[in-house]
């Protein structure tokens, strides 16, 4: 129903405009959210900034899925001298060699989060060509190799990293809700504000005309001798500055509009006005319950949460690192070779025997293992280590703290915002009283002044009374729906339906 209501309005200012005229259209304060939800540029911003959040988690989770990859060189040319040891002379000698050789592999890796290692099998083959003399080529294949290499009594970021990213992730989750509930309270300050603004030049039109014709009675009564000079000056005055506030009421009304059709990405050539809305949210809020579901749904908390685990994680690494590192690779397979150079004793010569692919995978093997621990113990570092420590240790009750103070103070808000919103629909009710009054009490004044039973200074008293009561009718009403947007963005719970503000209610907009 959203999308179809904010459809609506789109092409039918778009219609109008392709005709050549502005587009007139009224908008309510539902409708201004429906539109600033689906098109305006913040809310564009907010579900991308969510979806590289989103593909950021998808790709955390996929590097726990098994791994398979392909290397391959498919030709690699040498010709150089090296050198080498020759046995028959027994020395070091240079010597000129040229080859052509390919590679090919494939290897199947799993990370193991519980200990920080990783599980892997690999298969290669191998060819060489080796030109000059003699020639001959060779097959080398490891059919299948089963290894795995794990870092001892280390830190183990694989734990840490399943601990806060899906955590990092719910806060992402909760940040695209809270920023979306942002856009309704900016949406809602621009829309009222064109709201005083359209009061404002209605107020502004309607003081021009009463003074324009009470200073023609007022004229009139001067020549009559009812009505001094002094306040014939008076009225022409307040007639004069009708006419400056008129013209500043419009410049301010054509900023306010264009500032809320900027916002929700609609033509800066429609003529929109507004529909105050007559009709008020939640009557109260119960400060227990808005408590407990800013707890729950507000990504503050879980922020907190994240930095106290980040906090005790960069401890763990610090303490790690100081310590001594050892590090282990297991691992066993097979492998064969084919193609040789063997010393001919009756031809007193070598000669080559070119390899066959297809023999590299028959049996018999060779089998292949490899053991290997690597060690490194921290000897003498002048206290550096026990320093990096002790910092770490202080960033982490920091962070406690800090994230106590932050907690307590959020909770704070939460109860001082519920009470301040139970107030509003009561200032609201004496506000629109207020109005009321002023209105009646200027118009009694005015025909008063009519019939010369009071004179200018009370009848513009009357008219400021009346004026001011206007505007601060609609500041109240501006500020019970300010109110009420930002105990929603606190708490992510909906109290005129009293559901949670999920994900998909906006994600899908």
């Known amino acids: 129903m959203k999308k179809i ?22 908008l309510s304060l539902k409708e201004a959210l429906e539109l600033a939800q689906k098109q305006s540029l913040q809310s564009f911003l907010n579900k991308h900034n969510y979806m590289a959040q989103y593909w950021s988690f998808k790709s ?58 990783t599980v892997y099998v690999e298969s290669a083959l191998n060819r060489i060509e080796n030109f000059g003399s003699p020639n001959y080529i060779q097959f080398a294949s490891n059919p299948y190799l089963i290894g795995y290499r794990q870092e001892l009594f280390g830190y ?9 990213a899906p955590m990092q992730f719910e806060k992402s989750k909760k940040e695209f809700v809270e920023a979306t509930e942002t856009v309704n309270i900016q949406a809602t300050q621009l829309f009222f504000q064109l709201v005083r603004a359209e009061a404002a030049v209605d107020i502004a039109q309607t003081n021009r005309t009463n003074t324009t014709r009470l200073l023609d009675v ?10 001094s000079r002094e306040e014939l000056l008076d009225l022409r005055l307040t007639n004069n500055n009708a006419e400056i506030s008129l013209r500043e009421a419009l410049m301010n ?12 990405m609609l033509p800066v050539e429609a003529l929109l006005t507004t529909d105050i809305p007559n ?16 707890l729950a749904n507000n990504p503050l908390p879980v922020g907190l949460e994240q930095n106290l685990l980040e906090s005790r994680r960069d401890v763990a690494q610090t303490r790690s690192a100081q310590r001594f590192q050892a590090n282990m690779n297991l691992s066993y397979g097979i492998n064969k070779t084919n193609g040789n150079v063997s010393f001919d004793p009756q031809q007193g010569t070598y000669v ?51 994230a106590h103070k932050t907690r307590q103070q959020f909770e704070q808000n939460v109860i001082t915002r519920s009470v301040i919103f139970n107030l509003q ?74 559901k949670d503000i999920e994900l998909n209610d906006y994600l899908n907009q």
């Open 5 to 26: 209501t904010s459809s609506i309005i789109t092409l039918s200012l778009l219609a109008t405009l392709a005709w050549g005229q502005p587009a007139a259209i009224k």
């Open 60 to 117: 955390f989770r996929a590097d726990y899925l098994p791994s398979v990859s392909l290397t391959t060189t498919p030709i690699s040319y040498a010709n150089s001298a090296n050198l080498r040891y020759n046995s028959a002379t027994r020395q070091d000698e240079y010597i000129r060699t040229e080859n052509l050789s390919s590679y090919l592999s494939m290897n199947v890796s799993q990370k193991v989060a519980l200990t920080g290692g």
């Open 156 to 164: 183990n970021a694989m734990k840490w990293e399943r601990l806060i």
């Open 218 to 227: 007022a004229t009139k009564r001067f020549e009559l001798g009812t009505v």
């Open 253 to 264: 009304l054509r900023s306010a509009r264009e500032d809320l059709l900027n916002y929700l």
């Open 279 to 294: 009709v008020l949210g939640s009557d109260s809020i119960n400060t227990a319950l808005a408590l407990n579901k800013a």
């Open 352 to 402: 080559p025997t070119n390899g066959q692919l297809n023999k590299v995978y028959q049996p018999d093997f060779d089998s292949y293992q490899q053991v290997a621990v690597t060690i490194s113990i921290p000897i003498l570092d002048w206290g550096k280590g026990k320093g990096k420590i002790e910092m770490a240790r202080s960033r982490q009750q920091v962070a406690e703290i800090s």
């Open 425 to 498: 629909k009561d200032k609201v009710a004496f506000a629109a009283v207020s109005d009321t009054l002023a209105q009646s009490s200027y118009e009694l004044t005015m025909t008063r002044f009519n019939n010369g039973k009071t004179d200018v200074l009370k009848l513009n008293a009357a008219q400021q009374a009346k004026d001011n009561a206007r505007l601060q009718y609609l500041n109240t009403l501006a500020e019970y729906w300010n109110q009420y947007y930002m105990i929603r963005k606190l708490t992510l719970y909906d109290f005129e339906n009293n």
